[in-house]
């Protein structure tokens, strides 16, 4: 096997298909552990399983394990072993069904975790895509091919993306209590929120009652910010009552919503998905998202 060290850093990127809700973000931080078969395995006669083990390696999470509960095996762990994708993982990604129900990534997901004890429905969304990050390169190669949409010109343009390079953005706030995904803010009115960073359940929460907002409303205002922030906030002034929340958010200044999102952004723990673009047709140099598509994991598909 390569040796491979790579960051990643993945920002909320679009997600193009239904398959795909659950890798919007990704980062990750890979290094290479040695995979040792023990010595007296090689020597029985029986045929033994773990000798066919796929090779492993650590998976930095941009959480560092900060905000899993302190009974969790994941509290305060800076890196998960993975081992890599295999054929037998290929039949998930290709399983019709799998992909009807978008059950195949987290059924990926436990497939590849070593430590069985981990749901992948719990993990930080920045979490999960660390690892899909680091399974989509061991796997396929860093280079992904996806069309983006030119800012320059407007045009859909195919382009190639290095996976390899991503950064990470770990998270550097304290919980407010060691092991609970609580963390507080203080907005330029005064107020104090706590908040916390979403599972991937929480963000399928999100897109699912955005959909039913649009079916139901027809509106063509994207509720989006509002959404997130009350799936995000905890509390306000000590305040928990979910309507409560849900009305202030709604009448929240301007000023301290930018400004708290603003904070989200820059501390949202998740591989940073954005990279350098230049434009062949229009010339523009800058630095655009990376859309998570079907290719990403489909590298043929199209
Ligand atoms: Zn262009």
């Known amino acids: 096997m390569t040796e491979e060290t790579h960051s990643g850093s993945i920002d909320n990127a679009p997600i193009q298909t239904e398959e795909f809700e659950d890798i919007s973000d990704t980062t990750k931080n890979v290094e290479h552990v040695e995979h040792n078969v023990p010595q007296s395995r090689t020597q029985t006669a029986q045929v033994d399983s773990e000798l066919f083990l796929a090779p492993k390696d650590m998976v930095t999470l941009p959480s560092l394990g900060k905000v899993y509960p302190i009974e969790s095996s994941l509290h305060n762990v800076e890196q998960v072993e993975v081992r890599h994708l295999t054929a037998a993982d290929e039949d998930i990604l290709t399983s019709r069904s799998l992909l009807r129900t978008g059950k195949a990534i987290d059924a990926l997901l436990s497939n590849c975790l070593v430590d069985k004890s981990i749901?992948?429905?719990?993990?930080?969304?920045?979490?999960?895509?660390?690892?899909?990050?680091?399974?989509?390169?061991?796997?396929?190669?860093?280079?992904?091919?996806?069309?983006?949409?030119?800012?320059?010109?407007?045009?859909?343009?195919?382009?190639?993306?290095?996976?390899?390079?991503?950064?990470?953005?770990?998270?550097?706030?304290?919980?407010?209590?060691?092991?609970?995904?609580?963390?507080?803010?203080?907005?330029?009115?005064g107020d104090n929120v706590e908040f916390k960073f979403l599972n991937s359940a929480e963000e399928k929460q999100i897109s699912d009652a955005l959909e039913k907002i649009k079916k139901a409303t027809n509106s063509p205002i994207d509720k989006n910010i509002t959404t997130r922030l009350k799936h995000q906030i905890i509390s306000v002034n000590g305040e928990t009552d979910l309507g409560f929340i849900s009305k202030y958010v709604d009448a929240m200044p301007v000023r301290d919503s930018r400004s708290f999102r603003k904070y989200l952004e820059e501390h949202d723990p998740d591989v940073i998905m954005k990279q350098e673009y230049t434009c062949n047709m229009c010339g523009v140099s800058q630095e655009v998202d990376i859309p998570i598509t079907v290719s990403f994991f489909w590298p043929d598909a199209e």
């Open 119 to 189: 749901v992948p429905e719990n993990l930080l969304s920045g979490d999960k895509n660390a690892i899909l990050t680091y399974l989509r390169v061991s796997g396929y190669g860093p280079d992904y091919d996806v069309e983006i949409n030119c800012p320059g010109c407007g045009e859909d343009i195919k382009h190639k993306f290095d996976m390899s390079t991503l950064e990470m953005n770990p998270l550097a706030l304290e919980p407010i209590i060691a092991g609970e995904n609580r963390f507080e803010f203080s907005l330029p009115s």
